[in-house]
Structure formats: structure tokens, C-alpha cells
């Protein structure tokens, strides 16, 4: 069990933040090799990606069983949602002497707290002989090409859906309280008495000054990272699991009616079917397996026939059924 001690100021500090970086790193957990069953199939293959491109520090450090991946990988967000590349460059300049303590903290374990050292691997070992900051350029280097062989294709409709999470708990927050919001986020985290219980194998108990919150595809189950080095006043970040359908199934493909199929065409019914809540043209796209030109193409019709609107929410222009469309589909 992990007990994060929050007192009310550094209740209202704790902050939530979607992060591209931990994304990748999650899958070097023991959960990359073992995805949720529901899990997008991006999440799966990413560890294929891994394994098939020449990224020796990543391999060495990806995890088979429970253990310890370096912090350094996945800083902690700045801000509400950092870019890919401000995290990699944030991976690039870490100290030195924090690359090497993290890595001498995966060698030595936390025996007190249920952590295990590990031998570290010969490829680990030569890069450490070259400093911390070589590590640290390797290891920026390596994830920029992981990023870019396994998760960029997917980030946008990943990050929307980590989106709808933050507004969710936004508004469980101004409702209901901190306490309910903590509560409803997965059952192994319970909130009680001005303390966070977050189920795991690790034992520790902190009184921390603020608890950043992740949601996450990749996590099956909540995780707690702290620092090892105990240095930095780095504050733990709380990850929780994306798994409510009313979220992360939001766009999924599906099966429109024989007679919707028949009147509009397969695609154009199916992708009418899916927007059970609005989504772009690249969510749409990645989970129909579509190119997003055939995907605008389609919803151009759909728009122009009054069966679908579009309204732009930041950066995005998401489209959403319009009262016909919605008609049209009735009983999905």
C-alpha cells in the first residue's frame, strides 16, 4: 500500500496533466508485455516496436516482470499538457547526477519499501561509464524514434480521450469535492481522512506538498511514481487507468443497421453509427482504419445532408450527429 499524506493547500496545489512521454514509457512496464484486454492495438504492438527497432538502452531498461523503470524517462509535466517534444527535451537536460542515482536506485532497490535491486545490463552499464549526460542524450534519442514508430500516429485520438478524463474529473470536482473526485477515479485509490491509498506491491508512507494526477491508456491498474533519490522535492504523480466505456469507447467502430447501410453506404452509416459523442476527422480515421482524406470526404456528405455539424474545441474541429443524424440511428 502507498500512503500519500496531502494537506489542504497541498490539496489544492495537486493538478492533473496529460502526458505523451509517460505514455510511451508506461509500455516499459510489465504492462506493455500484458495490455487490458480492451486495450487500442497501438498499445499492444507497441512492445513489437520495441523489440524490432534498434533502440538498446529502451530494450535493457523495458521491464518482463514488476521492478523499476528510471523517472528520468517520463519527467514529471510542467504544465496541463506538454508537447512530446518539451518532455524530450526535458530528458535530454536532466542533470547528470540524477540519470546516475536513478540507475544506481534500479541497481541497489528499496528493500524497505519492497523494491528489489537488479543487475544492470552491460548496454546499461557502458552508457553510465560515459556519464550522466550521455545517458541522458540516448535516452532522448531512443524515445524520439519510439515516439515516432509506435505512438505518433495514434496521439491525437489517444490525447482526446485523456482530455474527456480531465474534464470528467473537472467536473466531479467542482460538484462534488476533492474527496469524491480521488474516490472516482479506480477502486484501488481511496481518499480518507486527508490521506491518498493507492493499492500496490511497494510499501511507503509520505506527507507530500501536492499529488499530480496522469490519466493513462497504457496503466491497467493505479501507480504511484516517487522519487527514488529522495533529492528533489519532486512531488509523487498519481496514474490512473483510462477504462470507462463512456470514455475510451466513445468512437469506437460500430455496426450501423442493415437499412442505414443500405441508404447511406457502409462507411458513411458506420462512421454516423460511431459518433455516439463528438470526434475528429483522426479518431474517426485511426479506429475505422481509414485514411483521414476518405474519413473528411465521407463526413463532408454526412455535413451537407444535415446529418452531422461541426464545432472546433481548441485546436480540433470535432463533428458531432445533428438531431437528424441522431434520428437516422435511433436504438444506437
Known amino acids: 500500500m502507498i500512503e500519500l499524506t496531502v494537506d489542504a493547500v497541498g490539496l489544492a496545489r495537486s493538478r492533473f496533466a496529460v502526458s505523451p512521454l509517460h505514455e510511451v514509457v508506461a509500455t516499459l512496464l510489465s504492462w506493455g508485455l500484458r495490455p487490458a484486454p480492451d486495450a487500442d492495438p497501438w498499445v499492444a504492438r507497441a512492445r513489437r516496436v520495441l523489440r524490432r527497432a534498434r533502440l538498446p538502452l529502451l530494450s535493457e531498461l523495458a521491464l518482463d516482470g514488476s521492478g523499476y523503470v528510471p523517472d528520468f524517462l517520463s519527467p514529471h509535466p510542467t504544465g496541463p499538457s506538454p508537447t512530446v517534444e518539451e518532455e524530450l527535451e526535458r530528458v535530454r537536460c536532466t542533470p547528470p547526477e540524477r540519470v546516475l542515482s536513478e540507475l544506481e536506485a534500479l541497481r ?90 493507492v493499492e500496490s506491491q511497494f510499501q511507503i508512507a509520505l506527507s507530500v506538498p501536492l499529488v499530480v494526477v496522469v490519466p493513462s491508456l497504457i496503466a491497467p491498474r493505479p501507480a504511484v511514481a516517487v522519487d527514488p533519490t529522495r533529492d528533489g522535492g519532486r512531488p509523487p504523480m498519481l496514474v490512473h487507468p483510462v477504462r470507462d466505456k463512456a470514455i475510451a469507447g466513445t468512437i469506437a467502430p460500430t455496426a450501423p443497421s442493415t437499412e442505414m447501410a443500405q441508404l447511406l453506404g457502409p462507411t458513411r452509416a458506420g462512421l454516423l453509427a460511431a459518433l455516439t459523442q463528438p470526434a475528429s476527422t483522426t479518431q474517426l480515421a485511426a479506429r475505422h482504419y481509414l485514411s483521414p482524406a476518405t474519413v473528411s470526404y465521407h463526413l463532408g456528405v454526412l455535413q451537407r445532408t444535415g446529418l452531422v455539424a461541426r464545432t472546433r474545441s481548441g485546436r480540433s474541429v470535432l463533428y458531432r450527429r445533428t438531431p437528424e443524424g441522431s434520428r437516422l440511428t435511433k436504438g444506437r
Open 108 to 197: 541497489n532497490g528499496r528493500p524497505r519499501n519492497g523494491l528489489a535491486g537488479a543487475e544492470l545490463p552491460t548496454g546499461v552499464q557502458r552508457a553510465m561509464a560515459r556519464g550522466g549526460a550521455h545517458v541522458a542524450r540516448q535516452a532522448a534519442d531512443e524515445l524520439r524514434r519510439y515516439w515516432a514508430l509506435a505512438f505518433a500516429p495514434h496521439w491525437e485520438a489517444a490525447k482526446t480521450t485523456l482530455d474527456a478524463e480531465v474534464d470528467r474529473c473537472a467536473g466531479v470536482l467542482a460538484r462534488h469535492g476533492a474527496a469524491r473526485l480521488f474516490n472516482s477515479l479506480h477502486p484501488g485509490i481511496r481518499w480518507a481522512e486527508g490521506t491518498l491509498r
